[in-house]
């Protein structure tokens, strides 16, 4: 039997507490090996607020398919990282948009302005929910609540299907058996996949979005 296909790495680019992936979290050393296996490199990158975006592209020492911006809260976010995605792009010599743009829904103001952050530029390929991060925002006293995770979840799950995008869960905080089960969640109402820390994951939730 083959093993586990990971879905694609996530680089933990930008100073956070907790990193995450669909399928697993690597270290940069690895990624040359992800790379020839033909596993799809993302990276984790602040948002321009902080003054770090262009730092961290340069920074880089290899291609990526795509950008997932930490904490992004305004549609300018998006549009201030499409141009140094863009700038990117022409010192690369490649092909304009070919960088998907990812933003990382993590506040309850994030999740209000979803349908304005989506239509902010061409290059989204998907939506990221860190929903502990949601979940510290509206001062809830236990992200594993059901009754936490279903209205958060839905109205990602709405506005990424009205916009015809994918969306992935995050919940690195959890045990494996609390993220399993919120991953469930997640599926029913549409999600493509979820951000796991161990390749022991990788298999169960293979079977659960295939």
Same mark, same amino acid.
């Given at each position: 039997m083959s093993a586990p296909r990971t879905n694609l790495v996530l680089l933990p680019g930008a100073p956070v507490a907790a990193t995450r992936a669909d399928a697993v979290t690597t270290a940069p050393d690895a990624t040359e090996a992800a790379r020839a296996a033909?596993?799809?490199?993302?990276?984790?990158?602040?948002?321009?607020r902080e003054g770090l975006l262009r730092a961290q592209l340069e920074a880089l020492d290899g291609p990526v398919a795509g950008v997932l911006l930490a904490g992004t809260a305004q549609p300018q976010d998006l549009r201030d990282a499409d141009v140094e995605l863009?700038? &990117?792009?022409?010192?690369? +010599? #490649?092909?304009?948009g070919s960088i998907g743009l990812i933003p990382e829904i993590a506040s309850a103001a994030a999740i209000e302005r979803l349908p304005q952050?989506?239509?902010?530029?061409? &290059?989204?390929?998907?939506? +990221? #929910?860190d929903i502990e991060a949601v979940a510290e925002d509206l001062g809830a006293p236990d992200v594993r609540a059901e009754a936490l995770q279903a209205p958060v979840l839905a109205r990602v799950a709405l506005a990424a299907a009205a916009g015809r995008l994918p969306w992935t869960i995050g919940a690195m905080g959890f045990a494996a058996g609390d993220r399993a089960r919120l991953a469930g969640r997640a599926h029913a109402l549409g999600a493509a996949g979820a951000y796991v820390l161990a390749e022991s994951e990788v298999a169960g939730l293979n079977a659960l979005f295939s």
């Amino acid at each position: 039997m083959s093993a586990p296909r990971t879905n694609l790495v996530l680089l933990p680019g930008a100073p956070v507490a907790a990193t995450r992936a669909d399928a697993v979290t690597t270290a940069p050393d690895a990624t040359e090996a992800a790379r020839a296996a033909g596993v799809p490199i993302h990276v984790r990158l602040a948002h321009p607020r902080e003054g770090l975006l262009r730092a961290q592209l340069e920074a880089l020492d290899g291609p990526v398919a795509g950008v997932l911006l930490a904490g992004t809260a305004q549609p300018q976010d998006l549009r201030d990282a499409d141009v140094e995605l863009r700038r &990117r792009e022409l010192h690369g +010599g #490649l092909d304009p948009g070919s960088i998907g743009l990812i933003p990382e829904i993590a506040s309850a103001a994030a999740i209000e302005r979803l349908p304005q952050l989506l239509a902010a530029v061409d &290059r989204i390929a998907s939506v +990221g #929910l860190d929903i502990e991060a949601v979940a510290e925002d509206l001062g809830a006293p236990d992200v594993r609540a059901e009754a936490l995770q279903a209205p958060v979840l839905a109205r990602v799950a709405l506005a990424a299907a009205a916009g015809r995008l994918p969306w992935t869960i995050g919940a690195m905080g959890f045990a494996a058996g609390d993220r399993a089960r919120l991953a469930g969640r997640a599926h029913a109402l549409g999600a493509a996949g979820a951000y796991v820390l161990a390749e022991s994951e990788v298999a169960g939730l293979n079977a659960l979005f295939s």
